[in-house]
DNA sequence: AGGAATTTGTGCGTATGTATC
DNA sequence: AGATACATACGCACAAATTCC
């Protein structure tokens, strides 16, 4: 069950095999897990490998571990549980709208040169259309690693890309910076996505990091600035 | 140097002494620092005492580490200090910028139909241009309540105006809501503000609270979207 | 182009410290 | 006081990525 040479590291299918767990209900918030050691063994590991993993889903908030007393599991979403779509930042002008998105074109590509300094030799080139209750609004370029899956189709993603990456390849989007201007809609543009002129579109390149302050994954995002903008809310 | 049992934990007290070190200059951003067999050596602990330290630092965005090449130290993360221009997001393309603002106008006017619900009967309008490091990158119209203070005049707005509402208006933004968009530079521009063309002009509405929840003032910024963007941190 | 050397990542096992029960 | 459980620390072996010759 348990292969270090398949894909993930051991310390991360373990993470998520206790997060599918908790999620499946096998413990609920409160419970205490069996001791490192009991864990490790019925699990085949070392305790070194089992304690990283819980490390990890401490900091992501799911466990509680205290010493001389247990690890324990914490109540789903105390201010963790974020939405999937809390980096989605395009509202309609009218307001509201429910973001869907439809892949354009997915493939593994050699990481372009700018990229490279972040990303190892090969990428993942997603193109998807995006849509707010249905309106086509915004064409999507995303680059991601291809180092930890090196064989995904297009079938393997889902439409919530955020979660995509958290349950397949380990990790979650943390942290993400958006530099917003202006710019020319992409060659690779479909009929469905028309902005009344080029003067309308507008431009977002966004850069999001894991909890480790990785770089996760790179996106240019052309809007249509007539139809929707991008909204920011700070405190 | 490093003991155990007196205070902190092995690992802490490293990550301590570095980030001392950084913050001293004796490793500069950019700096590799020294491989982790050799760093643990002259420090006299164990390999994985000094990678747990190591990330820490990782965590908190002080240290990159790249398997294969090498741990280096990144410049100083600008997260950290709020100042009078927490609220300002234009960043020049080439980076960085220090942001300076000159009056263009300064009236009392009947508030404008689309704000009558938020602000009372006369309003401020203020017009400025935004200069980031003297280069004229913005112009900048923002309408604020003149109910409590009637009688302002050009010359008693200081450059930083939300300081300005702090320390005479009595108070102060504490959050915002931006809509960034595409539009066309307004009548009143100067000559200085010239983007090269009308479809490199990008605009943000801004909406600003105080921390009561009331509307604090309405702002509308046209930048020059070919040397500067909006610039959005999320966490 | 390719292979060796370097450097971090992963994983194992063990011993000891310290907090909790 | 004793048992239990997590925290810290050490050391080693090998994998994977990068760098350099």
């Given at each position: 069950m348990l292969s270090a040479s398949v894909s993930l590291p051991v310390y991360l299918q373990i993470s998520e095999l206790l997060t599918r767990e908790i999620a499946a209900g096998l413990y609920a918030a409160g419970d205490r897990l069996p001791p490192e050691a009991e864990l490790a063994k019925t699990l085949g590991v070392a305790v070194g490998t089992l304690r990283k993993a819980l490390s990890e889903l401490e900091l992501r908030g799911m466990l509680a571990r205290r010493q001389g007393s247990g690890t324990y599991v914490l109540p789903a979403?105390?201010?963790?549980?974020?939405?999937?779509?809390?980096?989605?930042k395009l509202e309609l002008i009218r307001g509201g709208g429910l973001p869907t998105a439809r892949v354009i074109d997915f493939q593994k590509i050699a990481t372009p040169a700018a990229f490279q300094t972040d990303l190892s030799k090969h990428c993942y080139r997603l193109r998807r259309l995006r849509l707010l209750s249905d309106t086509p609004i915004a064409l999507e370029e995303i680059y991601f690693d291809a180092?930890?899956?090196?064989h995904l189709k297009?079938?393997?993603?889902?439409?919530?890309l955020y979660w995509f990456y958290q349950e397949r390849l380990g990790f979650w989007i943390a942290s993400a910076e958006d530099r917003v201007g202006v710019g020319v809609v992409p060659?690779?543009?479909?009929?469905d996505f028309a902005p009344a002129?080029?003067?309308v579109c507008a431009r977002v390149e966004r850069v999001s990091r894991t909890s480790k302050n990785k770089i996760a994954e790179y996106s240019i995002t052309w809007f249509d600035a007539k139809r929707c903008r991008y909204v920011n809310r700070l405190k």
């Open positions: 979403g105390m201010g963790q549980s974020k939405s999937v779509y809390e980096f989605f180092q930890s899956h090196p297009a079938a393997d993603l889902g439409e919530a060659d690779w543009s479909v009929q002129v080029a003067s």
